[in-house]
C-alpha cells in the first residue's frame, strides 16, 4: 500500500507533469531512511516499504534514531546534534561526559498499600524491558546506575495514588534508573516528586500490560540549582492506557524525554505537560509517540509559560505513525505564553506519518504573548489588570492541571502557579 | 439621575497608512432612564464611540471629553470605567479559555461592588438571571464565551449587563446575527435592566429591528464619524423606509 502512496512508478505520473528528481506525483520524497535494516539507522519503519532508499541520514527520520544500551557507541556531544542544539551543555553538571558515582536522590513510597517498592540489581532482568537509551547522558546513566528501583502495580488491583518521592541529596553528579512495572489490568496514578536537589541523569521506564491503565505524573519540583536528565519510556500493550504528565517548574535546567512506543493494538497513549520557566531557567522537553501497530490512539498536549530574563523553554515534539500503524488517531499541540520580555519558547512540532489509512493526524504549535483582547474584555467587566493577567494565566494552565485527577497535587501545582505569578507581579 | 456626557469628540486609530481619523467631532449627552439609538451606514463610527468609551487601547482620544457625573471617564483606566458603572456589550466577545463563567462573574461583581456578593443571594440571582435569558444552566461551568455560538455570547452579555447593574450601558450592535425569538429574549434583558437599575442606554445598531423592542426616546444618525441628523422614534420609522442612502449620497 506505501508502494503506491511513496514510490510512484515512472509510468503512472500525470502525463505532462515535469520529472523532478527525489520528487514524486505526491511530493518530495521525505524522510530518506537506510534501507539496511541491521543498521543502526535501520528501524522498523525501512523494512515495510521502499521510499527513498540509498544511504541514511541521520536525524533524518525519528525512526533512524539511534539507541543503545553502551555509552561509547554515542559520539561526544558538541551541541550541534539536532537533538542537543537548544540544551545548553555547560550547564550540564557533566551528565554527558563525567563518571556518575554521586548518591542517586533517595526513593520513598508513600500513600500505597497495594504498590510494591524493591531494589533489584543493575544487572536484573527487568531492567531495559521498556527502556533502551536513545542518547549519551541515557546511555551514561544506564552504564553508573547502580541499581534500580522497582515499583510494581500488581495485576487487577487499582492501586489508587501512589506517590514515589523521589528526594535530592547531593550536587555530586549521578545516575538512577526506576522501573515501573503496571501488570496485566492494573491500575495507578503514580506521582514521581523529585525534591530537593540534585545533578541526575536518570532513566525511568515503565512497562504497561495488556489492559492496565497508568496515569504518571512526573513533578519537577526541584530546588533551583538542579539539573535533571531523565529519560522516561513506557511500553504500551494491547487495550491499555497510558497517560504521562510532566509538571516542571523547579531545577536550573531540566531535560524531560518522555517516550511512549504500542506494542498492541487499540491500546491509548497521552502526553501531557505543564511548564513555568522563570529567569534564567531552562526547561526542556523532547517527546516521541511511536505509532508501530495498528488502531491506537495517542493525544499529546504541552503548555507553558515563561516570564523573566533568559526564561527558556524548549518543547519537540516527535510522533511517528509507521506504516504498520493504519488506523491510527493522533494529535499533538504545544501551546506557550511569553508574559515578559526577554523569555524565549522553542517549539517543534514534527509528524512523520508512512501510511495513508489514517483516522486522522495533527499538529499543531503557538507561542504567543499575552492576548490583549482577553484583558480588555476582562478589565472591561471591572477586573484590574494584575487579577486579569493572573486569571488568564491560571485559565490557560489549568487545562494541563485538570488532567491530573489528584486533589491535593492540583492544589499544590495551583499554589505553585501563585506563587510564580506574584514573584514578577504580573 | 446621572450623566453620560461626551463632547466634541474626535478619536483616531493607527493604520498601516498612517493615523486616520474616525470620529470627527461627536457630542451627546445621556441621562439615566433614556434609551439613545445610534444608527448609520457601516463605517460610520459607530463602534469606535462605544469602544472609547470602554476605553479599548485601540483608540486615541485626539481631542474633546467623556464624562460620567463631571468625573472625566478619559483619565480612568478600563476597570475603573466599568466600576463608575458604564458597561459595554461587545460586538464579538471574546472568549477566555481556562476561566469558567461562575469564576469570572462572581470576580467580575466582586470588582464592581468592592465587595464580594452574598453568596446564598448571588447563586440564585445568577441562576434567575439565565433562565430568564433561556440561558442553559450548564453554561456556568463552561469556560468564558468558549464555544458559545453568536446568539449565545449575546445572551451571556446581556446577563452580565443585568447582573452588574451598571448606570449606564452601551450596547454594541448587539442585535446582529440574532434569529427573531433571541432577539425577543435579548431586548426584554435590556428592558428589564433599565426599568430595575435606572439605566441609561446607548442602543447601537445597523438596523431598526431592535427598535420595535426596545424603544428609543431618541435617535441620532453617524455618517462618516459625525452626527448627520437627530430627532425622536419616528426618525427611526423614517430610516426603516428611506435607508442611509440620502445621508451617505449628501455626503458624496
Redesign the interface.
Known sequence: MSETTTHLPEEKARIGAPSIPGFTEEGENLSPLNDNASSLLGGDSTKGHSHGGGVGVVDSSRAGRLTSYNVEDFAPLTGREEDWRFTPLKRMGALHTAELTGAAPKVELLGSEVAQLSTVAADDKLRGVALKPEDRVSANAWKYAADASVLTLPKSQDAGHVRLRITGESKDAAAQHIVVVAEENSEALLILDHVGSAVLAQNVEFDVREGAKLTVVSLQAWEDDAVHASSQQASVAKDAAFKHIAVTFGGDLVRLAPSARFTGERAEIELYGLYFADAGQHLEHRLFVDHAVPNCKSNVLYKGALQGKDAHTVWVGDVLIRAAAVGTDSYEANRNLVLTDGARADSVPNLEIETGLIDGAGHASTTGRFDDEHLFYLMARGIDEKTARRLVVRGFLNEIVQQIGDDELQERLTETIEEELAATNN | MSTLEIKDLHVSIETEQGEKEILKGVSLVINTNETHAIMGPNGSGKSTLASTI????RYTVTSGSITLDGEDVLEM???E???AGL??A?QY??E????TMT??LR??KT??DGEAPKLRTWTKDVKDAMSKLKIDADFAQR??NEGFSGGEKKRVEIL?LEL?KPKFAVLDETDSGLDVDALKVVSEGVNRAQAENEMGTLLITHYTRILRYIKPDYVHVFVDGRVAEQGGPELADRLEEEGYDRYVNANA
Open positions: 470602554a476605553g479599548h487601547p483606566s478600563v476597570d470605567r466599568a466600576k458597561f459595554l461587545m466577545p471574546v477566555v479559555p481556562g476561566v469564576n469570572f470576580t467580575a470588582a464592581i469556560n468564558v452580565q452588574f
